[in-house]
């Protein structure tokens, strides 16, 4: 085990935890941001730079400090290392400039893209970001490709976080898209002009910081705050069949992997749950998904039918608890 | 004339050929390391010689080679970066074309050293003439048993691979030169861990420049001892120096380290002087990467001295005043030099090869490219000026690699010596703007 100081709070991690992991058992604002690491996903991580945070003390042995500002997500704690990230002056600056860098070439489409109200570099933006740019050149704008009926590739919002390369790598199977380019010419594509359609390929959608990869069958269907998430499951016999389904009204909008509370996909699901089985009977209905009060989706304020616990007795355990924990929201409250 | 340890023999008929080679002295290093000497007596020799890598980061070679992890059952590698393709650069290249020997036998004896197996020269891909004489001359070695297996009856084993890279500086970066090797896209590694833990193919492996390897060779020869008595200070041995810009005699160099930057550039014996009898204006003094300097601060260090060529004495003041010997690219711009057109210049070529990989970088370069396009053209407006540094500032030390800093550096260094040149752009716009345009006054020291 090793001990380290946190933000000023002591914690205690397993050997070669890493510094985001570390801050994550802590949880709440002090966790530094990612934009390209996710756990799930080996070798992310290192690539946005939105989590680099002080090292002052790198370990009882040498409690030298480190001379740059390091990755927390892929740097490993040291007993007695003494990291700063929201008390630190250097850090927070360098956030502020890395947001700057990342919106140089994002479009602030949030009002027609799909992803706003999910969007990493929204929150990202919110939290640690400057309302105006110093910018003024030419930005970076990509002819629309098209990688088949599943899944629209919007290039030019994309931050080559390099997620969705790793997810097509290690889940998808039969990889066709990459990187191509290089410096602020690199883009996601396919080579040359292929299809992704791969059996579990609709998991780049659910990696997606951004608005880059979203879901054809749910593009501009509506806003995400206008839905209801419910967890549900079926006997599918590619992958775990436990998914969100996205309600408005009685009608399945869409489907996506359930998500921790970093945003991570928990398990992964094929392409059949996420795209073909949009009528709730395909699925169990758990119940609905906890989300967080913060986030801009617990906004629509729906109202959970009373909880018949004669009617609904195939209601598993878990979510009942769930629910006792997190209450459903009531109608104008 | 200063002593040569590399060059010595660069200019003998046929010497790329393994006869002339070895009539002159070759390979016994390779006799004497494997015949006479346990591989740790000569990791032993290179600490004592003090040689610093030659490369551009200059860090101590022998100590490098003491930080391999040798862990039991494990292939351990040595890779030569060649990979050279620093703007104002080009010394590795002459050293190879001219001289494939000294780099083979400097392979096999740092191999032995290192206990690798397979080593590789991973040269850049547009060399291919350079390529096709080191595979003659490495056909060469193996014909005459100075590779392959049991090598000389000492029961070592090694070959020798030369890889040509596909183009792109950013390979020259160590970690993405490995990437490279693998097969896979030159991206940089995110560092730990570093290659000496887990290099190629996820093995131990030594990454060193072609000159550094090569300076091994007389190291052997002569004893650590004898080499480190050549120089100045930390800074020992002789290196080589690619000399460009307006000088009266460009070219490549072999000096003792400790030589004058004044005596350089105006001795008959080295530069010659500036071209047709101009002032010298700039220097950058170790590869576009490095902080520019005004003449004032090349020539004379903060504490009134003449500069040295040594690691140390260009470095004084930190990046603050300080520039670096880098790789030894060494670059003199007369006063007729727009300092402007040259960052943009440089700063054109970091945002073309920038990976991509990481945010400030791939952004960050772009964005000063274009801002100094602008200012060079008669666009600017004097916030740019501040623009430039707080952008190369927000790069700096914020990268997976060090082209971060290698982008950032001659633009914050121009702006730092340069500014009233900078602000001339602006106030002067049209006037800048005309082809061959040139500020009129002095630089301002920092």
């Known amino acids: 085990m090793a001990k380290i100081t946190f933000d000023g709070i002591e914690i205690e991690v397993p050997d070669g935890t890493t510094i985001m992991n570390a801050a994550r058992t802590v949880g709440g604002s002090i966790v530094p941001p990612a934009m390209c690491y996710y756990t799930p996903l080996k070798g992310s991580g290192g690539k946005c730079r939105a989590c680099l945070v002080k090292v002052t003390a790198g370990s009882t042995k040498d409690p030298r400090p480190m001379p740059k500002l390091v990755p927390s997500c892929i740097t490993s704690v040291q007993d007695g290392m003494v990291v700063e990230n929201t008390v630190n002056q250097q850090v927070l600056d360098v956030r502020k400039g890395i947001v700057e860098m990342l919106l140089i070439n994002h479009p602030l489409d949030c009002p027609v893209c799909d992803q706003a109200g999910e969007c990493d570099l929204q929150n990202f933006a919110f939290e640690h970001g400057v309302s105006t740019t110093r910018y003024t050149e030419e930005r970076r704008t990509f002819d629309k490709i098209d990688i088949g009926p599943l899944i629209q590739l919007h290039m030019t919002r994309c931050i080559l976080c390099y997620r969705c390369v790793y997810t097509a790598n ?98 992964w699901i094929c392409n059949e749950c996420r795209f073909e089985k949009k009528e709730t009977s395909d699925w169990t209905i758990e119940g609905p998904a906890h989300i967080d009060r913060s986030s801009v989706i617990s906004a629509n304020h729906y109202e959970l039918p009373v909880l018949n616990h004669s009617v609904v007795a195939d209601l598993p355990e878990s979510t009942q608890r769930e629910l006792e924990k997190n209450p459903p929201l009531k109608l104008g409250s | 004339m200063g002593r040569k340890l590399l060059t010595e023999h660069i200019n003998v008929e046929g010497i790329d050929t393994f006869e002339v080679y070895r009539k002159h002295g070759g390979y016994r290093s390779v006799e004497k390391a494997l015949k006479t000497m346990t591989p740790d007596e000569v990791v032993e020799e290179v600490k004592k010689s003090g040689l610093r890598g030659r490369g551009g980061a200059g860090f101590p070679t022998g100590m490098k080679w003491s930080f391999l992890a040798k862990p039991e059952g494990i292939p351990r590698h040595l890779v030569c970066n060649a990979d050279e393709s ?80 596909g183009g792109a500086y950013i390979c020259g970066e160590e970690t993405a030169l490995l990437e490279s090797l693998e097969g896979k896209r030159g991206n940089p590694r995110n560092k730990p861990p570093f290659p000496a833990v887990q290099g190629l193919y996820a093995r131990p492996t030594v990454v060193n420049n072609v000159e550094s390897i090569a300076a091994v060779v007389p190291i052997i020869n002569d004893g650590g001892d004898e080499y480190a008595k050549l120089g100045v200070g930390k800074s020992t041995g002789t290196k080589l120096f690619s000399a460009c810009g307006h000088l009266n005699k460009p070219g490549i160099y072999e000096i003792e380290l400790g030589v004058p930057v004044e005596e350089f550039i105006y001795s008959d014996e080295y530069c010659g002087g500036i071209w047709k009898g101009r002032e010298l204006k700039a220097v950058v003094a170790g590869g576009s990467s490095v902080p520019i300097l005004p003449k004032e601060l090349i020539l004379k260090t903060a504490a009134g001295e003449n500069r040295l060529m040594t690691y140390e004495s260009l470095s004084d003041g930190g990046f603050v005043t300080g520039t670096m010997l880098g790789s030894g690219g060494f670059i003199a711009m007369d006063e007729t030099t727009c300092i402007v057109r040259n960052t943009w210049s440089f700063s054109r070529f970091y945002h073309h090869e920038s990976c991509g990989q990481c945010s400030p970088c791939r952004e960050g370069t772009g964005w000063m490219e274009k801002v100094l396009h602008r200012l060079e053209h008669g666009h600017g407006h004097m916030e740019d000026i501040d623009l430039l540094v707080s952008v190369a500032k927000q790069i700096e030390g914020n990268t997976i690699c060090p082209l971060g800093e ?14 009233d040149e900078f602000e001339w752009h602006v106030t002067h716009a049209k006037e800048a703007a005309r082809p061959g345009a040139v500020y009129p006054g002095k630089a301002v020291l920092a």
Request: charged share 25%; proline share 4%.
């Open chain 2, 86 to 165: 620093e703007p104002g650069t080009f010394k590795d290249r002459h050293l190879m074309s001219k001289l494939p020997h000294l780099l083979i036998e400097g392979m096999i004896t740092s191999s032995y050293a290192l206990g690798a197996n397979t080593s590789y020269i991973y040269i850049r891909g547009e060399l291919l003439y350079v390529l096709r004489i080191l595979e003659k001359a490495i056909s060469e070695a193996y014909a005459n048993g100075f590779l392959g297996k049991n090598i000389l009856g000492s029961g070592y084993d090694l070959d020798l691979h030369v890889h040509p890279g």
């Open chain 1, 170 to 267: 290690q889940v998808a199977g039969d990889r066709v898209h990459g990187v191509l380019g290089r410096g602020d010419a690199a883009e996601i594509g396919t080579y040359i002009e292929n299809i992704i359609d791969q059996d579990f390929s609709g998991n780049v959608i659910d990696v997606c910081p951004v608005g880059a990869l979203t879901d054809k069958t749910w593009r501009f269907k509506s806003r995400v705050w206008f839905t209801k998430p419910v967890n549900a499951h079926r006997d599918c016999p590619k992958c775990s069949g436990n998914v969100l389904l996205w309600y408005k009204g009685k009608d399945v909008l869409r489907i996506t992997a359930r998500k921790d509370e970093y945003g991570e996909v928990k398990e």
């Open chain 2, 406 to 419: 290698a982008a950032a550096w001659p633009v914050a260094a121009a702006v730092r010596h340069f500014r």
